[in-house]
């Protein structure tokens, strides 16, 4: 089991930035794919972007591009989002996600091919 916590969410103004963490544990394989997903109100949950821990290749939704910075620290078992030029359709539970499937060489952002999910944290644009 790979327990996934999130931290760094809050309240911002419309054009503000916020940093969020992903803290995996040190046993989650070296190979694997690490992503972001929110989900707002009323709406179904969606991919905003991914990294590809073998390598550091990066994905991610046309929403987000040139907004959001994904990166990974593996030193410290840890992906971080950056996400600048906020807008209030940023709103949203965000939840780190991981694809741990031992064949997995790339990423998508398809909910369905993450097998652990953090809890979420909270990021209100106004």
């Known amino acids: 089991h790979v327990q996934l916590v999130e931290s760094g969410g809050g309240s911002v103004q419309a054009g503000g930035s916020l940093r969020l963490s992903c803290a995996a544990p040190v046993y989650m394989p070296s190979r694997a794919c690490v992503g972001w997903f929110r989900q707002a109100p009323g709406k179904e949950r969606e991919g905003v972007t991914a990294?590809?821990?073998?390598?550091?290749?990066?994905y991610y939704a046309d929403s987000v591009k040139g907004r959001f910075t994904i990166s990974q620290d593996n030193a410290k078992n840890m992906v971080t989002l950056q996400m600048n030029s906020l807008k209030p359709e940023d709103t949203a539970m965000y939840y780190c996600?991981?694809?741990?499937?031992?064949?997995?060489?790339?990423?998508?952002?398809?909910?369905?091919?993450?097998?652990?999910w953090g809890r979420g944290t909270q990021v209100t644009v106004s």
């Open positions: 990294v590809y821990t073998g390598g550091g290749i990066t």
């Open positions: 996600a991981a694809d741990t499937r031992w064949f997995v060489n790339s990423c998508s952002l398809v909910n369905d091919e993450y097998n652990f």
